[in-house]
Each structure stands twice: as structure tokens, then as C-alpha cells.
């Protein structure tokens, strides 16, 4: 069973307006969430991430939202750019562990000019 | 400064080889991992080494195993290959100290088993 969901494989969205990125889990013990994009032909890359002790972190045009308590967590992407199409992972990680993620299917988002 | 650096990028076997795959971590990173991605099942964790030690194992047969060498690079090898290991295999360092899952992840190997 998937302990971490991303229930939209595709998302398209208009340069300049907002993008929303979910991710649903089921493992209360899960401690650090963390977003990475991933290009065609290239590794994820690290994005944003969220201690479970925060309701929110921003970075930039880019902010995580964590609702504890409906076990879900979002990403805002505004504004969007072309730049930004590409696969978005959501992971996350237990007991404080640095390599060991489990991660969502990934949510290919295309933002159109 | 380097990347991670993952090879051969690209390989084919045939079912009951193995295959052995290379990784060169970022430059003072001493802790790597491996993923294993494929369409249907996503990214999924393979093992975490840190100082040649093991720290943490997923969930895959005795078949796939790694290890790694004082100079922090790593190996992993997959024996007696089936097609269901046709997958890309991804290699992520991280450095001593950083926030948990900040991974640094190499292009990646793609290995197709025939």
C-alpha cells in the first residue's frame, strides 16, 4: 500500500497564475516532507521541504503547506513559470532519516505560456 | 563543483546476468543512497550507506545488495537479473548535518534486462 499519495498525474496550468501540488499520507510517523522536481533525462532535484513541527515554509515562489491532521500536504507555485514543467515528487522521510524517503508517484505539471 | 556521478548511464543485459553500477557522491557527502524508479511503482528506496556501513535497507530481495568504499563512492549489483529490475537507478548523496531528505541525486543508470 502507498504511504504517500500524489492522487493527479497531470496538472496544467497559465503562466503567471498559481499552481497546487497535493500529496495525501498515511503514516502518522512520518517526520520531514519534502518536494523535488524532476526534469526528463535528469535526477530529482530538491525543491522545498517541512518539518512536521510547521504548518507551512516558503521559499521564493514556492510554499508547502502541512495539515497535520488530514495527513495532507500541498505545494503553491505562484507565479508559475514555463520553467517549472516538469515531474513534481512529494517524500517523505521517518525518524529523522537522511536517505531512506518514501515517495509519491509524481504529478507531471505543465505550464503553458 | 561535481555533481553526483552515476555509470554507465546506459546498459542492457540479459535475464540471469548481473550488473554492477557506479557512483561518485558530491565531494565531502558521505552518505549515499539508492532508488530504484520505474513507471509503475515510482521511486522506491534501496539501501542508505554511510562510512561503508550500511544504515538503512528497503524492501527488495537478497539480489540487490551495495556497498561502499572509504572514498565515500558506491556500488550497487544486481544478480541473476529478471525483467521486472529494468529500471532507472538512482544514486543521491548528502552531506553530514543537513536537514533529513535533502538528497543530491546523479542522472541516474538506465538498465534494460532482454
Known amino acids: 500500500d502507498q504511504q504517500v499519495k500524489q492522487n493527479s498525474p497531470s496538472l496544467s496550468v497559465q503562466e503567471g497564475r498559481i499552481s497546487i501540488l497535493n500529496c495525501d499520507y498515511t503514516?502518522?510517523?512520518?517526520?520531514?516532507f519534502l518536494w523535488y522536481k524532476k526534469y526528463p533525462a535528469e535526477g530529482p532535484t530538491f525543491l522545498i521541504s517541512i518539518s512536521s513541527i510547521k504548518d507551512k515554509n516558503e521559499d521564493g515562489r514556492f510554499t508547502v503547506f502541512l495539515n497535520k491532521s488530514a495527513k495532507h500536504l500541498s505545494l503553491h507555485i505562484v507565479p508559475s513559470q514555463p520553467g517549472d514543467s516538469a515531474v513534481y515528487f512529494c517524500a517523505a522521510s521517518v525518524g529523522g532519516s537522511q536517505g531512506n524517503l518514501i515517495f509519491g508517484k509524481g504529478t507531471k505539471l505543465s505550464v503553458k505560456p | 563543483k561535481a555533481g553526483v556521478t552515476q555509470t554507465p548511464r546506459y546498459l542492457i543485459k540479459t535475464r540471469g546476468q548481473q550488473v554492477t553500477l557506479s557512483c561518485s557522491p558530491i565531494s565531502g557527502h558521505r552518505s549515499v543512497s539508492w532508488y530504484q524508479q520505474t513507471p509503475g511503482q515510482g521511486l522506491q528506496f534501496l539501501f542508505e550507506?554511510?562510512?561503508?556501513?550500511?544504515?538503512n535497507k528497503g524492501n527488495f530481495p537478497g539480489r540487490f545488495s551495495g556497498r561502499q568504499f572509504s572514498n565515500s563512492r558506491s556500488e550497487m549489483n544486481v544478480s541473476t537479473l529478471e525483467l521486472g529490475d529494468s529500471a532507472l537507478y538512482l544514486c543521491a548523496s548528502s552531506r553530514t548535518g543537513a536537514p533529513a531528505g535533502e538528497l543530491f541525486f546523479g542522472e541516474g543508470s538506465r538498465l534494460t534486462v532482454l
Open positions: 503514516n502518522s510517523m512520518f517526520d520531514y
Open positions: 550507506y554511510f562510512s561503508e556501513t550500511q544504515r
